[in-house]
C-alpha cells in the first residue's frame, strides 16, 4: 500500500517562497509514475498544481505564472514542491498525490499552509 | 483550460436511494491513445479526497460496487445505487486527458 506524507511550514509570510516535502513509503518514486501536488484552498475546490516523472518531464499549471518547481530526492523516496512570491490567495491545503490511470490514485493526508504577516 | 460542470452542486438524499451526479465538460475528453480519462473522487470532511472511479467506468481498488461510472465524449455520469450513510461528502470530476489537469466544482450530497 502507497502512504504519502507533506511536510513543512504552517506559515509563511506574503512574498517569501514555500518549500514542501512529500515523503513517500510502500512504492519507489524512481520506478515510475508521475507524482503531483494538488491544492485546496478554504471552503473551496481542488486545484492542480503540477506533475512530474523522474525522467525529468515536467508539467506546471499555467494559472502559477512560473513560481512553482518541482523536484524529487529518490534517496529519500522525497518528492518536492517550491511556490515563489507568495500571497494571501495561496492559502490552501496542500496535497502530494500519484498521477496513475489518468487521475490521481493514492494522496497525502495535506498539510495546511497559511499565507500571513 | 477545459472546463468540467458537474450538476446538481447539492444533492440531498435518502438512505438506502440512488442518487447521481452529472459532468459535462467543455471539450471532449477522449485521448489520442483511444482513452478517456474522466475520473471521479470523493472527500469527506478534513479528509483527501479519495479516487473510486477512473476512465470513465472502472472502479478503483477497494471501492464498493454501489458506485459506477458511465458516459462518453463530453457527458458522464456517477450514480450510487443505494447510498449509505458513509457517502457522505464532496464529489469531483477530475479529467486527465489535457493539461492542465482540472475538476469540476463539486457536488455536496448529503443525507436528507
Known amino acids: 500500500q502507497v502512504h504519502m506524507e507533506e511536510s513543512g511550514p504552517g506559515l509563511v509570510r506574503p512574498g517569501e517562497t514555500l518549500s514542501l516535502n512529500c515523503t513517500v513509503s510502500?512504492?519507489?518514486?524512481?520506478?515510475?509514475?508521475?507524482w503531483a501536488w494538488v491544492r485546496q484552498s478554504p471552503g473551496q475546490g481542488l486545484e492542480w498544481i503540477g506533475s512530474f516523472h523522474q525522467n525529468g518531464k515536467t508539467f506546471y499549471n499555467p494559472s502559477l505564472r512560473g513560481r512553482v518547481t518541482l523536484s524529487l530526492d529518490t534517496s529519500k523516496n522525497q518528492f518536492s514542491l517550491k511556490l515563489t512570491s507568495l500571497s494571501v490567495a495561496d492559502t490552501a491545503v496542500y496535497y502530494c498525490t500519484r498521477a496513475a490511470v489518468g487521475s490521481f490514485d493514492y494522496w497525502g493526508q495535506g498539510a495546511l499552509v497559511t499565507v500571513s504577516s | 483550460d477545459t472546463v468540467l460542470t458537474q450538476t446538481p452542486l447539492s444533492s440531498p438524499v435518502t438512505l438506502g436511494q440512488p442518487a447521481s451526479i452529472s459532468c459535462r465538460s467543455s471539450q471532449s475528453l477522449v485521448h489520442s491513445d483511444g482513452n478517456t480519462y474522466l475520473s471521479w473522487l470523493h472527500q469527506r470532511p478534513g479528509q483527501p479526497p479519495r479516487l473510486l472511479i477512473y476512465k470513465i467506468s472502472n472502479r478503483f481498488s477497494g471501492v464498493a460496487d454501489r458506485f459506477s461510472g458511465s458516459g462518453a465524449g463530453t457527458d458522464f455520469t456517477l450514480r450510487i445505487s443505494r447510498v449509505e450513510a458513509e457517502d457522505v461528502g464532496v464529489y469531483y470530476c477530475m479529467q486527465g486527458t489535457q493539461f492542465p489537469r482540472t475538476f469540476g466544482q463539486g457536488t455536496n450530497l448529503e443525507i436528507k
Open positions: 510502500g512504492y519507489f518514486i524512481s520506478s515510475g509514475y508521475y
